[in-house]
């Protein structure tokens, strides 16, 4: 099985990567493959057609997890992310798309991850952050948002919302696990990481 989580970022799409990887046993992982400053980066399309070679070769019996942003950078897809991702998910038997509806809460955690250039640490936010960066970041989260909805919208795959799986409701991840028909060998592991007591920000 081949899954694909695809998020607009700040939507706790690491921690669902994480949290499936480490609860299914002997799975394979790709995280933000289009995102330079990680080592499966694919800069060209002969990268990218050797890796659906490799996610085409994967056995039946093993299960690879892709986690990518919606807005990283590439070559691949400069003008068109919607139509590129449209055909890509077609590489996999499961796709996430998975959404953050607080755009203002996404503009916080932006900005603060970008002024402070850390990305996957817990804070609390004791200072007031730069306004204009905030409604920047906000403005951005909404156009990242909209490119989800709008591939939601073309391929009907339905969108999960990061207040329902990090609600802490642990009846939902088991419904979200049948919904997608998901099997993981330790379901302990997945409810942590899904646990909003773990969630970047602390206050």
């Given at each position: 099985?081949k899954i694909l ?7 706790g799409?690491t921690s669902?990567?994480k949290?499936?990887?480490n609860s299914?046993?002997a799975?394979?992982?790709y995280f ?6 990680y080592p499966t980066?694919?800069?060209d399309?002969g990268?990218?057609?050797k890796h659906i070679k490799k996610?085409?070769k ?9 986690k ?5 950078p590439t070559?691949l ?10 055909e ?9 798309l998975?959404?953050?509806e607080?755009?203002n809460?996404i503009?916080?955690s ?5 002024l402070n250039?850390t990305?996957h640490?817990?804070?609390?936010l004791?200072?007031?952050l ?8 906000i403005n951005?989260?909404k ?12 391929t009907?795959i ?8 990090f609600?802490?409701n ?5 419904d979200?696990l ?6 993981v060998?330790n379901?302990d592991v997945?409810?942590?990481?899904l646990?909003p007591?773990?969630?970047y920000r602390?206050?």
């Open positions: 099985m989580i695809l998020s607009s970022g700040r939507a799409s669902l990567y949290g499936l990887k299914i046993n799975s394979k992982g933000e493959v289009f995102a330079p400053s980066y694919i800069p399309s990268s990218l057609k996610l085409n994967t056995h039946s019996d093993r299960v690879v997890i892709e990518n942003l919606i807005f990283q070559p897809f400069p003008d068109n992310s919607i139509k590129f991702y449209c890509y998910l077609n590489n996999f038997d499961k796709v996430i998975l959404v953050r607080d755009v809460e503009g916080k932006f900005a603060y991850a970008r250039k990305w640490k817990k804070y609390t004791n200072n007031q730069p306004l204009d960066l905030i409604n920047d970041q951005l989260a156009q990242y948002n909209n490119i989800i909805f709008q591939i939601s919208d073309q009907k339905p969108i999960t919302y990061y207040k329902d799986l609600s802490g642990q009846n939902y991840i088991n979200f049948k919904v997608y028909n998901i099997k060998d379901i997945l409810y942590e990481a646990n007591n773990n969630r602390q206050t």
